[in-house]
């Protein structure tokens, strides 16, 4: 599938994310390759996750930039079964604060919605300012998505959570904004590429998806291998491997480059303890 063209400067980099303009995939790009990369990107808009990852794998793009986790509600299950069924790694990370917006036509007041459209991560997000008003709650596949539907189909009686950029873009009003539950919100994007990162100066970090089986103390000794090397563990994630029963994958991440000298032993030691390991990339720490 071809993305949507957003940005068609003499860019020296294409970039995908999900979504359509003023989603927060695509502030994540901004964020990441103009404001700390300085380069501007040619982005691409694609449909799904699944799309992005595509996108990257078939070269169709450089690089792929998908949301991981969000502070409230947690790990991005579809992102972490892609991370585990391609061959591709996590060449960088960016924190990105999300301010939600409830939206709508002008001229429109909050008595008037009666329907709420949003990404079903969005709407758990604002779960507690949703159960204050009388609407009906619908799942969409984007955040900005949502509001580009509201415009174009001049949905009235109907409001979509989404950031301010998509207000803008698609002309809707704010009805109310800062409605998330938490309100130090952020999401924390990764970026997708075909070639791990060699090593590099700064404070890197390191994932890996390691397969167990719950029916022996396979988990107990993996991490013992990471204690017995002093290596700060930051993060586990756990999804089933969907290829054998009770086999599961704890996606973990920990200081350090996988090229470390320490790391390349402790990883030969969890060689042992595994039914597999596959490393997903070593990339410069945004959190």
């Not at 301010?99 to 604002?126: E, T």
């Not at 994932?207 to 993060?235: E, I, K, N």
Request: hydrophobic share 45%.
């Amino acid at each position: 599938m071809n993305g949507e063209v957003l940005m068609s400067a003499s860019a020296t980099l294409t970039v995908a994310f999900q979504g359509v303009r003023g989603a927060f995939g695509e502030e994540a790009v901004c964020a990441y390759f103009e404001q700390e990369m300085g380069t501007q990107p040619e982005k691409y808009a694609y449909h799904s996750f699944a799309d992005v990852f595509a996108a990257v794998v078939a070269g169709t793009v450089e690089y792929g930039v998908v949301p991981l986790e969000n502070s409230q509600t947690g790990g991005i299950d579809e992102v972490y079964d892609l991370l585990n069924r391609h061959e591709l790694f996590i060449v960088g990370e960016i924190n990105l604060p999300i301010n939600q917006c409830l939206m709508c036509l002008p001229g429109q007041r909050l008595g008037d919605i009666k329907r709420v459209l949003s990404h079903p991560q969005a709407l758990a997000q604002c779960e507690e300012y949703l159960q204050t008003l009388d609407v009906e709650v619908s799942a969409a596949y984007n955040t900005a998505g949502s509001a580009k539907v509201i415009r174009e189909e001049s949905l009235r009686n109907t409001a979509a959570i989404a950031g301010k950029q998509a207000a803008e873009l698609y002309q809707l009003e704010i009805l109310a904004s800062n409605i998330q539950t938490i309100k130090d919100n952020y999401t924390r994007f990764i970026v997708l590429g075909r070639v791990p990162l060699p090593c590099f100066a700064g404070e890197a970090k390191t994932m890996l998806a390691v397969a167990v089986d719950q029916r022996q103390d396979a988990l107990s000794r993996c991490l013992a291998v990471f204690a017995a090397h002093s290596l700060p563990l930051l993060r586990v994630e756990t999804r089933p491997s969907r290829q054998h029963a009770w086999e599961y994958i704890f996606f973990l991440e920990f200081a350090g480059h996988y090229e470390d000298p320490c790391i390349r032993s402790a990883l030969a030691d969890l060689a042992s303890t595994t039914s597999r390991h596959k490393f997903l990339g070593s990339f410069l720490r945004a959190i």
